[in-house]
């Protein structure tokens, strides 16, 4: 399994930002993606997870402001991230769950700073 995530950068506070991350080695559709992030000095926490039929579930930080979608016919998983605040600054990392099967992407920074 691979997962390439895209779509990070600096951002002002307010501002938005939408992150990609396109798997391949799995049957796509039967996985459960999710979004993790790991600020400077901390643990990489659960930010979003999406289910194969598309039912999204979010930390109580991003609800309302992040947005996870998927397209199944193009092995992706997105990110809509509004209303960005310098405490979303992180490195982003995709994951895909296959059953007991866990894997990572390479991670995407997002800067949030005036």
């Known amino acids: 399994v691979q997962l390439q995530a895209s779509g990070g950068g600096l951002v002002q506070p307010g501002g938005s930002l939408r992150l990609s991350c396109v798997a391949s080695?799995?049957?796509?559709?039967?996985?459960?993606m999710g979004w993790y992030r790991q600020a400077p000095g901390k643990q990489r926490e659960w930010v979003s997870n999406i289910s194969g039929g598309g039912n999204p579930y979010y930390a109580d930080s991003v609800r309302g402001r992040f947005t996870i979608s998927r397209d199944n016919a193009k092995n992706t998983v997105y990110l809509q991230m509004n209303r960005l605040k310098p405490e979303d600054t992180a490195v982003y990392y995709c994951?895909?769950?296959?059953?007991?099967?866990?894997?990572w992407g390479q991670g995407t920074q997002v800067t949030v700073s005036s």
């Open positions: 080695g799995s049957p796509f559709s039967d996985t459960v």
């Open positions: 994951n895909q769950q296959w059953g007991a099967v866990s894997s």
